[in-house]
């Protein structure tokens, strides 16, 4: 994963529980980075031996961890300098949905090496099915606060759950995600 997301999920400790349990972390973690590089390849590997040492020692559950990780990252990349491609992909939740691939797209342009997920939406009534495809396993929890996250851009309150998993044998990620009209 590049360094941007790394650098997120440090940013998001640092700013909840202190410099010095991200030091412990990067340390259990064997992670020697002080700061990472927000436009290098790192080993997937760094990632997630980030996550599963921060869930030990916050005494957080890996996908509690996850999902708060998904619902900052919108507001961090928003404010680490890609908040013009965000309003780019669409001012409102289902437009900005359908338009993720696109956004990889165009970040790809200048970050050779990612590895996008893919994404489709679609309609099923009033409800939102998003299908997310990744190469990366166990992120589903995330996928939801970044729902969530958007949500809360947007102004519009959202409720997603995951509906089918590559966790129980999918081929891909299916989620349902409930919107409610903003209020007065």
Do not use: K
């Not at 390849?41 to 998904?70: I, Q």
């Not at 009033?126 to 997310?132: E, F, I, T």
């Not at 590559?166 to 990620?173: K, L, S």
């Amino acid at each position: 994963m590049y360094g941007l997301v790394n650098q997120a999920m440090q940013d998001l400790v640092v700013a909840r529980h202190g410099q010095e349990t991200w030091d412990r972390i990067r340390a259990a973690a064997n992670v020697p980075h002080e700061r990472f590089a927000a436009m290098t390849a790192y080993d997937d590997a760094v990632t997630y031996r980030l996550v599963g040492v921060a869930s030990e020692v916050l005494d957080v559950p890996v996908p509690e961890l996850l999902h708060a990780f998904g619902r900052y990252w919108v507001q961090y990349t928003a404010s680490a300098g890609y908040g013009r491609l965000l309003t780019m992909a669409g001012d409102d939740l289902p437009t900005f949905l359908s338009q993720l691939d696109a956004l990889h797209a165009r970040v790809g342009l200048t970050c050779p090496e990612l590895r996008p997920p893919g994404f489709r939406v679609d309609r099923d009534g009033d409800d939102l099915v998003l299908h997310y495809w990744s190469d990366r396993p166990g992120l589903a929890p995330m996928v939801v606060g970044l729902i969530e996250g958007l949500g809360e851009r947007f102004g519009t309150p959202v409720a997603a759950t995951l509906e089918r998993s590559r966790a129980d044998g999918a081929d891909h990620d299916v989620f349902r995600i409930r919107t409610a009209a903003p209020g007065p």
